[in-house]
C-alpha cells in the first residue's frame, strides 16, 4: 500500500479498500457502500476535529482532513474513542437509537476487516462495541379500505403515464418488494405468474403473483412509452425512455397517497412494503415462515415484528377463550 499517494481529504487509503471489499468481495449494494462512507467519515472527523461541537453541517466540518489517517493512527485507536462518538451522536447530534446502533455496526465492520483481512491490528478494538438498545417500533401500513382508496384513485388518473403508476402501486401492495426491486425489474423478470427480483446483498428471488398483478402488468405494457436503447430492458421506464429512477417512484407514490387524503409524510414507499405484508397476515392467513420468503427477509425475526400489529385477531383471540363468557354467579 502506498501511504503517499494523495487523496482527496474525505478519505484515506484504508478506507477506500474497506469500500472496495464490501463492494466487491461481499456485493453490497452502492447504497449500502455510501452508507458504510457516511458513517466511517463521520466517525474519523469526530476524532480528528479539534471541536468536538461541530457537526456535519458547519462549513468548517467539510475541511477536516482524514487522509491524514495512516495504520499507526488506526493503531493508536481504542475501544473508548468508538464510545466517545456513540456518545456524541446521542448528546451532540441527538441521533435515534437506531442511528447510533447502525454506525456502530458501521465500526465493527470496520475494524473487523482491519483485524481479519487487511492485519493491520493485532485486536478488534470494536468487538466488545455494545450496540444501542433500541425500542422496537411496529411498522406503519395503510389499512385495507385506505390501500384500496389509493388503487381507486390511480385508476381514476387520466395522464398518460397511469397505467404505469397503476402497475407499481399494485405491485408494492400485493408483492411486498422493495423500491430497489422494483426499479430493477426487466422484461425478462416477467414470467407469466412469477417476477424474479434482486434483492439485498444481491440475492434473487422469486416472486408470485396473484391475478391483479398480472392484469395490471398487461395493461401496462401496451402503454410503455419507447426506451432508450441502454435501457430497452427495463419494466418500468420514465417519460424520457430511462429507467424509473428510485427517487421518481417516491414521487409517484407521494402524489397518490395525497390524492387519497393521506398524509405523504406518514407513508412511503417502505410502507407500502409494510402494508402488504400486514395484509397478507391478516386477511391471507400466510404462515410466518411463508411471509418470511415473500419479503426476502434474511431472518425469521425481522418478519415477526408482523405478528404483533393485527389487534383484532388479538382481541378475537381472546374473545374465544372458553372461558370467556363464565361470569360470577354471586354478583
Not at 474519523?44 to 471541536?51: E, P, Q, S, T, W
Not at 408494492?172 to 423500491?179: D, E, P, Q, S, Y
Request: glycine share 4%; aromatic share 8%; hydrophobic share 35%.
Amino acid at each position: 500500500m502506498n501511504e503517499n499517494r494523495k487523496l482527496p481529504i474525505d478519505t484515506f487509503q484504508r478506507l477506500e479498500e474497506f469500500l472496495g471489499y464490501i463492494q466487491a468481495i461481499l456485493e453490497r449494494s452502492a447504497g449500502t457502500v455510501r452508507q458504510y462512507r457516511y458513517d466511517l467519515v463521520l466517525f474519523f472527523r469526530f476524532l480528528i476535529a479539534d471541536n468536538r461541537k461541530l457537526q456535519p453541517e458547519d462549513e468548517a466540518w467539510t475541511s477536516i482532513d482524514i487522509s491524514v489517517v495512516n495504520d499507526s493512527f488506526l493503531r493508536s485507536l481504542q475501544l473508548s474513542d468508538l464510545y466517545s462518538y456513540i456518545t456524541w451522536l446521542a448528546a451532540v447530534r441527538r441521533t435515534s437509537p437506531a442511528t447510533r446502533a447502525r454506525r456502530s455496526s458501521s465500526l465493527r465492520s470496520f475494524f473487523d476487516y482491519l483485524t481479519t483481512k487487511a492485519h493491520v491490528l493485532d485486536e478488534n478494538i470494536a468487538a466488545n462495541l455494545e450496540l444501542p438498545k433500541q425500542t422496537r417500533r411496529l411498522p406503519r401500513y395503510l389499512t385495507l379500505d385506505e390501500s384500496r382508496e389509493l388503487l381507486h384513485v390511480a385508476s381514476g388518473d387520466e395522464s398518460r403515464l397511469s397505467s404505469r403508476d397503476y402497475c407499481i402501486l399494485t405491485l408494492f401492495l400485493n408483492c411486498g418488494m422493495r423500491l430497489s426491486e422494483l426499479c430493477g425489474i426487466d422484461l425478462p423478470d416477467w414470467r407469466e405468474n412469477t417476477l424474479v427480483v434482486l434483492g439485498k446483498g444481491g440475492k434473487e428471488r422469486t416472486i408470485y403473483l396473484n391475478s391483479a398483478c398480472i392484469a395490471a402488468l398487461r395493461d401496462y405494457l401496451p402503454d410503455r412509452v419507447k426506451p432508450v436503447p441502454q435501457e430497452r430492458d427495463a419494466l418500468f421506464i420514465s417519460r424520457l425512455g430511462k429507467r424509473v429512477t428510485p427517487r421518481a417512484v417516491q414521487n409517484i407514490i407521494k402524489k397518490y397517497i395525497r390524492q387519497a387524503g393521506l398524509d405523504p409524510e406518514r407513508y412511503s414507499t417502505h410502507k407500502l412494503r409494510h402494508t402488504a405484508a400486514t395484509l397478507m397476515y391478516q386477511y391471507g392467513e400466510v404462515d410466518i415462515r411463508s411471509l418470511q420468503a415473500i419479503l426476502g427477509h434474511s431472518s425469521v425475526a425481522t418478519t415477526e415484528i408482523y405478528t404483533h400489529i393485527d389487534e383484532r385477531s388479538l382481541h378475537d383471540a381472546v374473545e374465544l377463550n372458553p372461558l370467556s363468557h363464565e361470569r360470577n354467579k354471586s354478583s
